[in-house]
């Protein structure tokens, strides 16, 4: 009996991370509780971001992050009823929005149970926020770089397992812009291989670059169509850098 594309559909999404807080059970579903407490760890830099573009220092911004992402886990362990926003980009803009409006000072106080904060917040922001932006923009682009990030960790890590690390180092600069005259030469003299294998495997990073980051951002949605929509709105913030 063949499976329906509609079918096919339903099934990729239901288990995604989104999909599971989305579940009209939610509030009783420890699975969700424990994807939106995922979703919250994975996606400090956005938040961070957009705190810092509000105005505050960079010490005092990880403070108001790690307040603002603690309450979304506490909040997971309680949900009344399952959330609106069809994708996670959307509500954890409109929480961090609510957040700094609402009196975060109140929401300070010392947590039952710590999050992991990344290390190196600052120095992205740094690096990432050299123009001037609003914090949306900010926060766009951030949430855009850090599904990026979790991407090309898990295709260093493909690549580690399949012994093809120094490859896929030397072809990393490339994934996003064509190699320049000369360089494919020099890559494959360092890497003492031929021309047309770099050709090749460069075509298969890319693609499986692609397929990554979907996967990534489906965790953030709950159908094909919003797939869809956050794969635009990702190549859009990433086209204007």
């Given amino acids: ?11 990729r999404f239901a288990t995604t991370r989104w999909s599971m807080v989305m579940q009209p059970d939610a509030a009783d579903s420890s699975e969700a509780r424990d994807a939106l407490g995922d979703l919250a760890q994975r996606y400090w830099y956005p938040v961070y971001s957009y705190v810092r573009r509000s105005g505050h220092a960079p010490e005092l911004a990880e403070t108001i992050t790690h307040a603002l992402l603690r309450r979304l886990v506490a909040e997971s362990a309680a949900m009344q009823q399952p959330i609106a926003s069809r994708q996670y980009r959307h509500y954890l803009l409109d929480r961090v929005r609510a957040f700094l409006d609402d009196d975060w000072h109140a929401s300070m106080a010392p947590p039952a149970a710590e999050l992991a904060p990344p290390l190196d917040l600052e120095k992205r922001f740094q690096r990432d926020h050299t123009s001037p932006s609003s914090p949306e923009q900010a926060f766009q682009r951030s949430f855009a770089l850090a599904v990026l990030q979790r991407t090309v960790r898990r295709l260093r890590e493909e690549a580690r397992q399949a012994g093809r690390s120094d490859l896929c180092r030397a072809l990393e600069p490339y994934l996003a812009r064509d190699p320049a005259a000369g360089d494919y030469a020099r890559i494959a003299a360092q890497l003492r291989t031929h021309k047309v294998t770099l050709i090749l495997a460069l075509k298969r990073l890319r693609q499986r670059l692609r397929e990554l980051c ?19 709105a990702m190549l859009a913030v990433l086209d204007e850098m």
Avoid: C, K, P
């Fill in 1 to 11: 009996m063949m499976i329906s594309q509609a079918s096919q559909s339903h099934d």
């Fill in 214 to 232: 979907a996967q990534e951002l489906a965790d953030t949605v709950s159908s094909a169509d919003d797939l869809a929509a956050e794969q635009d």
